[in-house]
């Protein structure tokens, strides 16, 4: 039997799972939305990131509660803290999801994206929501190895970014300036919701171990970053 | 005189107003490397947030000594927790000031920034620089006004990343697609910045009165938003 106290603990844990659920679904369906112009995918996507800013303030407000009247040290004081970052990562990554989908609905009929880049745009979608499994899943196992796997799964994320960036800068570019802005924006929020997947799995990983993800796999060749023209970022900090 | 807990609680809000500090003159000189290709003072910039994370991290770590050891309660149990937050909010700014460096150094030596928007970039450089000394102003102050002032200054830089995208979309745009490029992910930087900064400040008005910000001035007229490609959203939640 766990007391009233872990059964609160857990139930944080809980919160934190479904809005990774909620968040996974939704960068999977905007990404659909935007590729196939439908329009009424965006707007569900777009209302349903409230669900998720609930869930939020929801968990904030019974962390702060429990950080009060149970007054938690030690480990339980960092899973409580480290919680709120979580949710903080979260709540980032469905807002992320929903930009997309409200790019989606900004261009509706049009399609937001060109056709010779739907199949790059659609593994970015896709990944970003494997990302996000596998950062609930470690939520839920706390299993480091797994958590190390998402740094490794977020190479790819970049890959992907910067083959994006290079059709960009193609000479032979023929869809103009406004789709050249929209794919640009699309690429970050992909790229920045993977770096929040990523950072929910390094900072279980900080919970269990005590150490930084990135200590933890100092000697694991990382792919060489290409000239993209931004910042290959964690998002440490949110 | 004031016992060791509260002057350690001081401390604390004393290292947020050195992080808006730093990050407010990192988004100054980023500004000004990216329009004069300054690739010294871009390196500055680049090192120099380092600093910041420093501070961020040795905020935590006091942070969460501070709960553990002195368990607080109510007020000042909010406010450890917000002071966690608005950390989170200011090491993300120097991240943004970061990245306008990067890609100065990136262009080096050519220039990132085409002759005709420098006044227009000018522009959203200085107001991220005023709105972070203002958001500083309202740690020290708690002044609920200002806070709120931080608001309708925002509208300011949502004109401006307006009037960023109406020229990118302008027909007569001569200056190609990786300018285009360039110019849509600097409005974001900045925008973004102004985001976060003005988190800082409604959680001050958060703590201060207990209502958020957005329900103190729900009667503010509001600047009528345009068709930027990009919601307009706050950094709530990192």
Known sequence: MRDAYHEELDSIG???VEMGRLVGSAIGRATTAILDADLKLAEEVIEGDQKVD???????ARAITLLARQQPVATDL????????????????GDLAQHVAKLA??????????????ATILEM?????RLMAKAAEVIITKDVELALQLEQDDDEMDLLHR???????DDRWKH???????????????????????????????????EHADELQADVP??????????????EGG
Chains 1, 2 share one sequence.
């Open 163 to 169: 083959a994006l960036f290079q059709h960009l800068m």
């Open 78 to 93: 960092r899973i409580v803290v480290t919680s709120l970052r979580m949710s903080a990562d979260l709540e980032r990554s």
């Open 105 to 118: 609905r900004l261009r509706y009929p049009a399609r937001a994206v060109p056709r010779d880049l739907h």
């Open 14 to 16: 809980d919160s934190l």
């Open 54 to 60: 609930e869930l939020q303030h929801d968990l904030e």
């Open 125 to 129: 979608g896709q990944l970003a929501q």
């Open 176 to 210: 103009g300036i406004e789709t050249a802005v929209d794919v640009t924006l699309l690429g970050r929020y992909y790229e920045r919701y993977a770096d929040h997947a990523v950072a929910v799995a390094k900072r279980v990983v900080y919970l269990v171990t005590g």
């Open 222 to 235: 990382t792919v060489s970053r290409g000239e993209a023209p931004e910042a290959t970022e964690g998002a």
